[in-house]
């Protein structure tokens, strides 16, 4: 008799560059939790990813990905009788459209979002492209330049601004899944109380919370490569990639890119004032509406040290929340119209 493959019934959504790696490994030690060996999946966001491949290395990206509901499934094949089944996938909480195909196919899983100040995420995203020797413009004009990649087909890690929304996207899921289903971590928390978050994570998960995983290692730094030869060997197309691909399964290329590339990794850089006081006024309106949702103001979630943010918008008028449009898939209101992604 063929054996039930269990799916997850707890999803980590995201966001990117806020600590989803050292997540995935934290959570991975627990007796009582299954994830799979390859850290992302990506399988429900798969067709979105891949309309946004032409940005440089975009493509080589996609090559991990889950593209099939078979090979989503074999990667839980090792399940025994852990209590969470779990799955890691950054993107899921960009392209928030997802959640109607995973509640139709997991149910009502348990979600974990793990959020960054903005401002430091975006930056964080931009120091991860410039590790793999993608991208070449200084900050503030890669932030200019966002719109024009996005029409041109780039793919998502390259809205750094954009893609560091929340809100609207966050309402999306508590929709669905009950705001009960829901569990909102911070990252500069989780940076700072690394066993403290991850014992409150344990009791939201109905597992040991006594369990203590071992926290002492980083993942996933950001930062310029020592040597461009070496982040141009793992990114872009070559005849040791396409043999990699051949002979390596897509958990162990993973894990080999994660650690030449944390090896190869250098200093982050500063991010330039410009770009601080534009992202601080382009995420003034999302972080009000975050702090409503996880029911408090926190400076954790602003980088602009002496600023006020006052729920206000232009004018003394209290602003309107950001909504994320179902059928334009655009974010409206606030202060502005900004763009989200299609289906």
């Given amino acids: 008799m063929e054996k039930t493959v269990r799916l997850p019934n707890t999803v980590v959504i995201g966001a990117p560059k806020s ?118 413009l200084p900050f503030y004009a890669a932030l200019q330049a966002e719109e024009e990649r996005r029409a041109a087909g780039w793919g998502d890690m390259w809205r750094y601004a954009e893609s560091s929304l929340y809100a609207a996207r966050l309402r999306r899921y508590i929709e669905l899944f009950g705001r009960q289903q829901v569990q909102i971590i911070l990252a500069e928390e989780f940076f700072a109380q690394p066993a403290k978050v991850m014992q409150d994570l344990f009791d939201f998960l109905g597992v040991d919370p006594t369990f203590s995983p071992k926290i002492s290692k980083a993942y996933n730094r950001s930062g310029a490569p020592r040597s461009r030869f070496v982040a141009d060997l793992f990114v872009r197309q070559n005849p040791l990639r396409a043999l990699a691909r051949k002979l390596l399964p897509a958990a162990i290329r993973q894990a080999l890119h994660s650690t030449v590339m944390n090896l190869n990794v250098g200093p982050k850089g500063k991010m330039d004032e410009e770009a601080r006081v534009y992202l601080q006024d382009y995420f003034h309106q999302d972080i009000l509406e975050v702090e409503e949702i996880i029911g408090r103001r926190d400076r954790k979630l602003r980088s602009s040290e002496g600023r006020t943010f006052e729920a206000e918008g232009k004018g003394g008028s209290p602003a309107p929340p950001l909504v994320l449009d179902r059928q334009s898939q655009r974010l409206t209101g606030g202060d502005s119209t900004i763009p989200a992604e299609r289906k």
């Fill in 19 to 136: 600590g989803t790696t050292s997540l995935y490994h934290y959570l991975r030690q627990h007796p009582e939790v299954f994830l799979p060996r390859q850290k992302e999946l990506h399988f429900f966001s798969y067709d979105l990813l891949a309309q946004n491949i032409q940005g440089p290395g975009d493509e080589n990206a996609l090559h991990p990905v889950c593209r099939t509901k078979q090979e989503y499934l074999a990667h839980f094949q090792g399940v025994a009788d852990e209590k969470v089944v779990a799955e890691v996938s950054p993107s899921y909480l960009y392209f928030c459209q997802v959640s109607e195909r995973i509640l139709a196919e997991l149910g009502l899983v348990k979600i974990i979002a793990i959020l960054r100040d903005p401002v430091e995420k975006a930056f964080s995203q931009y120091m991860h492209l410039v590790r793999a020797n993608r991208e070449t």
